[in-house]
């Protein structure tokens, strides 16, 4: 095994399918310039697809069009952001709150795009942070994060926030089993008193807003990935598990011992009514709620104490183990809802369970024994099929809407199509290098749009131009509208995309906001005109009410501020048109800029250190007269006889 | 004047150039698909030409490849980036210190290459910061920022960082005039009491390390933009000014009424004779000066406390003012280094000077009056020639290889090709919308590389698929290797471009280091294998020694860390193989994660809070079994008697 995991890296010198020369025939046939002019998107023209992409240890989520791989918009989520003044600014930084205090960072995983039906609908996408457990709801009409819940009884939300076929829950199992309840037990106990807790959030239909609804206290294992039934599997979800020798160090070679793991297949419609029965256990943990209010456009931070906890042992029929290959990473449902793929990452073959002869095995007691309680189903009676010499180390599986289903090879760097049902694989092709996700648009869902393939590689090397110790990791972009697939691209990401969610643009861009009418903002401290702009003090805190408009501040001199105060700016944007943002800085804050849209109010702390003058200015070249768009602060020292005053920079 | 303003954005409805269909002819009798081929890089082959665009607003430099427009990497500069860690972990906190304390944003706009002999060599790439007047250095071989120095006497540090033809200096002029020295001063006492400082910045020609060596003290205008003489005209520097009206309130009115302002002309080689001379008054004046130490990769930061100040009225000869038509914005020499292209950006001519007509009008003294002790030129005795009816808000100007200039219209949105020496227009085109900088690689040195331009637009709308009310900003490549410009493609940027660098990559790929050698890890608390990783305590401080490499940390179980300690992880990546990171992160942990590049070690500092079991991974997905790369804390209460004690993770 050892052996394996030294081997990446150096079995994918593999050739580029491409030959050089830009009107040459390439080893398939096709022209080069064809695969050119299938990525191109002309100048103004829009790509077909938006491709959400998790960040990864960036924290954020990246919007990318398909097919040209262009990058459109970098999304603050768990992580602070300089450039937007996310995580900064007064009305974002509760957005970072969490139980251990405020927290700058986190790690995106897994985007998750709404569903209704079984079909995105484009209305928001979840991401889970899988340091600090967490999953955020991004609106896809403003494409901002509206909500951040924290995970309680949770260490390192990986398996997560896979979704429902009507989004009714998305799902959190921790990846890392923690004592439970949290405190100080010593390390070598982990194996009893550590669990391993898997939550099920509701979302409101109307709102999106996120609510715990109820966790199910599993044993001490790794819980990896997930996802949900749907068709005759729907109300079912299923979680990958490893680490099953519940190994506390070491792992890569204690959680490696045994020959099979399992898939946790969880009956979320049995859950509902052993709540409705009341036989939950409702606990103490404590977790924060953060809202991003969409008519004040501030957030606000709400500490939740209690959860509703299912133990299996007490809920007969609410988890069945289906066993699984060496340590299966990814569990993917084809479109029917028939076929659950376990990719086992020490395997060389995938390993398809039945629905059909899941509840079959269920219904005739096909047990080969229990775990913790809860019944372990046999292999031979709930396997469906098996794609027999995949490859070296299967991750990830999506499907498309022709039957076929594609799945990376992370240590040989290759990807497979495969036919589902006949478990044939039909073709293969290399990636570089070593693959993790892949992505097809609605590829997990009841209705793939089979025309695309993204695949997410872990490393670069020589594939661009290098820049340092550090280079970018990559997708790939495949055709995969004919019988064999088709590379076309190769593009740079942010981070380190774990996941990535693709819809037709034409699902979310008629629904764009474009500006914040003023007239609908709520924020206490907003301005609707120059003439509303003012100074107020209130012992030593000053409000400073601030209009920006092309191409001058109101008020833009403002004097009587003494060091030792706590300033803050509530800049509005008294704009009311497409793309005129404006921003905002102070020479010296200890802080980061704010960038306003049109129609929003954002509000900038500072404290004063010394007497001097202080210039700020427009940091979003606006106009043509930009660079006069400035004005200055005036701080005195703290007993200084300076009264307040300002000038309006109305004109 | 206020019609125009409010133009922008209106007149840009003008027809893309390409037509529809992958094979189609477009309007110029191009095949759609050769454009294509021309942008199209097949995946695995590299990019021609790095460019290096400023972030401005987040703070960073972004390298693109061109002509595919992929970005390759994002450097962390001015701004705090959760991703890599910059300016959150302890190595790096001290880049982001100024005399205002801890700044974890800034504004960066003008990224220049290092020259000799007038040509970009590819060893640094400087930007300066323009909210907090600071200048950076970037080291090409490693890609990261190696050197941040302060500016002095300085507020917004915007004509920066351009460099003579030798690197001798670097300079940052200052935006906004601030009392001299800075104190509590009146704002309506600018005129008189408001000053403008230019700064020249010495570079080690070995090591790159930057000292300000001198200051000159000007009249309280705003300095917008700078660029070198060359050949004939090195030893000079040309500033433009705008806000000659020395207004305090209402620029966008106030610092408009003068029909003309200046181009200030220094010439530091007398300048250094001026020095030698003593004829400088050495002023205190605070600025930080943080240096990221090569061997060690530990950043330092120390305080400066005086600069050598000259003043044009006791220094005669060394400033001339030239006088220029309408708030000129950039100021562009041609690779001659005769003339100096002066883009009043409210005028429809560009005003060209000529060197040779500059020399001669002060050899015979042809003044038209002075400002302050400054000899102002007779216009008509130092133009060189005339653009005439460039367009709308002419902004910035760069040079091809083929005695061509190239020059932005802000207002009318176009970019306009003229013959130098000529002044005739020989191309027009539009883009989309409203450009501000342009770059050719090479273009603002001896050598220009007339193969691409690149125009960075500051408004898209309709451009590309919507992303709610912010979008993104956006670059257009033009092929100009032919008569007729030719746009090629659109690609998004990240932040605002303010400026961009461009060089061939074969300049700078060949000397790209790929690892950092642990032989050569100077880091007082580096590990060189897993038996030397340690947990060592101090009374309420401990140090973690720790060593990762595929796939387990050293130590991996930590116990007897108690609430109220303050936890250094000090984590070093033994990998030595080319793109093999690996990322560090603790569940709660108030900070951001490390990226830690092979033989690097990096230090996360963590108070933890509570009593608890803490997982930490590796974030960074590093081999099959990266998720197995894991370990635990146990953090007891203050008073709990467990004792300090850690599992090596070795194999």
């Given at each position: 095994m050892k052996n394996v995991i030294k081997f990446f890296g150096c079995v994918t010198l593999l050739s580029a399918i491409v030959s050089c020369g830009s009107d040459k025939k390439n080893g398939q046939g096709i022209l080069d310039t064809d695969v050119a002019s299938k990525v191109y998107v002309k100048p103004g023209e829009h790509d077909e697809f938006y491709a959400f992409l998790s960040g990864g240890f960036s924290g954020q989520v990246s919007v990318y069009g398909l097919p040209s791989g262009r990058l459109l918009k970098v999304i603050p989520v768990f992580s602070q952001d300089p450039e937007k003044g996310y995580g900064y600014n007064e009305e974002t930084k509760p957005m970072l709150e969490t139980t251990h205090g405020f927290i700058p960072w986190d790690d995106s995983h897994h985007p998750e795009l709404s569903q209704t039906n079984g079909e995105t609908d484009g209305r928001w996408l979840f991401i889970n942070g899988n340091n600090t457990p967490r999953i955020a709801r991004i609106d896809l009409s403003t494409f901002e994060t509206a909500e951040i819940i924290e995970i309680p009884n949770s260490a390192g939300n990986h398996s997560s926030p896979f979704t429902t076929e009507n989004t009714e829950y998305i799902v959190a199992g921790t990846r890392f089993a923690v004592p439970y309840p949290q405190g100080d037990v010593a390390i070598n106990q982990y194996k009893g008193k550590f669990k391993g807790v898997l939550s099920f959030i509701k979302v409101d239909p109307q709102t999106g807003r996120m609510n715990i609804e109820f966790q199910v206290l599993m044993p001490g294992f790794n819980y990896d990935l997930a996802h949900s039934g749907k068709g005759a599997s729907h109300g079912w979800m299923f979680f990958t598990t490893y680490n099953t020798e519940e190994a506390n160090t070491l792992l890569e070679v204690e959680a490696s011992q045994n020959d099979k793991d399992f898939i946790a297949a969880i009956n979320w419609k049995k859950a509902e009514e052993f709540i409705k029965e009341g036989k939950f256990k409702e606990v103490e943990a404590s977790y924060m709620h953060n809202i991003y209010d969409e008519h004040t456009h501030i957030a606000t931070?709400?500490?939740?104490?209690?959860?509703?906890?299912?133990?299996?042992?007490?809920?007969?029929?609410?988890?069945?183990?289906?066993?699984?290959?060496?340590?299966?990473?990814?569990?993917?449902?084809?479109?029917?809802?028939?076929?659950?793929?376990?990719?086992?990452?020490?395997?060389?073959?995938?390993?398809?369970?039945?629905?059909?002869?899941?509840?079959?095995?269920?219904?005739?007691?096909?047990?080969?024994?229990?775990?913790?309680?809860?019944?372990?189903?046999?292999?031979?009676?709930?396997?469906?099929?098996?794609?027999?010499?995949?490859?070296?180390?299967?991750?990830?599986?999506?499907?498309?809407?022709?039957?076929?289903?594609?799945?990376?090879?992370?240590?040989?760097?290759?990807?497979?199509?495969?036919?589902?049902?006949?478990?044939?694989?039909?073709?293969?092709?290399?990636?570089?290098?070593?693959?993790?996700?892949?992505?097809?648009?609605?590829?997990?869902?009841?209705?793939?749009?089979?025309?695309?393939?993204?695949?997410?590689?872990?490393?670069?090397?020589?594939?661009?131009?290098?820049?340092?110790?550090?280079?970018?990791?990559?997708?790939?972009?495949?055709?995969?509208?004919?019988?064999?697939?088709?590379?076309?691209?190769?593009?740079?990401?942010?981070?380190?995309?774990?996941?990535?969610?693709?819809?037709?643009?034409?699902?979310?861009?008629?629904?764009?906001?474009?500006?914040?009418?003023?007239?609908?903002?709520?924020?206490?401290?907003?301005?609707?005109?120059?003439?509303?702009?003012?100074?107020?003090?209130?012992?030593?805190?000053?409000?400073?009410?601030?209009?920006?408009?092309?191409?001058?501040?109101?008020?833009?001199?403002?004097?009587?501020?003494?060091?030792?105060?706590?300033?803050?700016?509530?800049?509005?944007?008294?704009?009311?048109?497409?793309?005129?943002?404006?921003?905002?800085?102070?020479?010296?804050?200890?802080?980061?800029?704010?960038?306003?849209?049109?129609?929003?109010?954002?509000?900038?702390?500072?404290?004063?250190?010394?007497?001097?003058?202080?210039?700020?200015?427009?940091?979003?070249?606006?106009?043509?007269?930009?660079?006069?768009?400035?004005?200055?602060?005036?701080?005195?020292?703290?007993?200084?006889?300076?009264?307040?005053?300002?000038?309006?920079?109305?004109?």
């Open positions: 931070s709400t500490k939740q104490n209690k959860v509703k906890v299912l133990s299996p042992e007490e809920c007969p029929g609410l988890v069945y183990l289906l066993p699984t290959p060496k340590s299966p990473h990814g569990v993917d449902v084809d479109p029917t809802g028939e076929y659950i793929v376990g990719n086992g990452k020490l395997s060389t073959d995938l390993t398809v369970h039945s629905f059909t002869k899941v509840l079959k095995a269920i219904e005739e007691k096909k047990f080969e024994g229990e775990a913790y309680g809860m019944p372990i189903l046999k292999m031979d009676e709930v396997v469906g099929g098996i794609v027999k010499e995949a490859g070296l180390g299967p991750l990830h599986t999506e499907f498309d809407d022709k039957g076929f289903a594609y799945t990376t090879l992370f240590i040989s760097s290759e990807v497979i199509k495969w036919k589902v049902g006949t478990w044939e694989i039909v073709d293969r092709q290399p990636v570089y290098y070593s693959p993790g996700h892949l992505m097809i648009p609605g590829g997990d869902s009841k209705k793939p749009d089979g025309k695309y393939l993204l695949i997410m590689n872990k490393i670069t090397k020589d594939r661009y131009l290098p820049t340092g110790p550090e280079l970018t990791q990559s997708a790939q972009l495949f055709d995969i509208s004919g019988d064999k697939m088709q590379l076309l691209l190769d593009f740079p990401t942010i981070g380190e995309p774990h996941y990535a969610q693709g819809i037709h643009a034409d699902k979310i861009a008629p629904k764009s906001v474009k500006y914040y009418p003023l007239k609908d903002n709520k924020h206490p401290y907003v301005v609707r005109s120059d003439a509303e702009a003012k100074v107020v003090r209130e012992g030593n805190i000053v409000h400073v009410y601030m209009g920006m408009i092309r191409s001058h501040f109101s008020p833009d001199n403002i004097e009587g501020i003494k060091v030792g105060d706590k300033v803050y700016f509530h800049v509005t944007n008294l704009e009311q048109d497409w793309d005129i943002p404006h921003g905002f800085s102070v020479l010296g804050a200890q802080n980061a800029e704010l960038l306003v849209m049109p129609g929003q109010t954002e509000t900038l702390y500072w404290e004063p250190l010394k007497a001097g003058i202080y210039p700020f200015y427009c940091t979003d070249f606006c106009s043509a007269l930009h660079q006069e768009m400035q004005g200055y602060i005036r701080v005195s020292d703290k007993n200084a006889n300076v009264e307040l005053k300002w000038s309006l920079g109305e004109e």
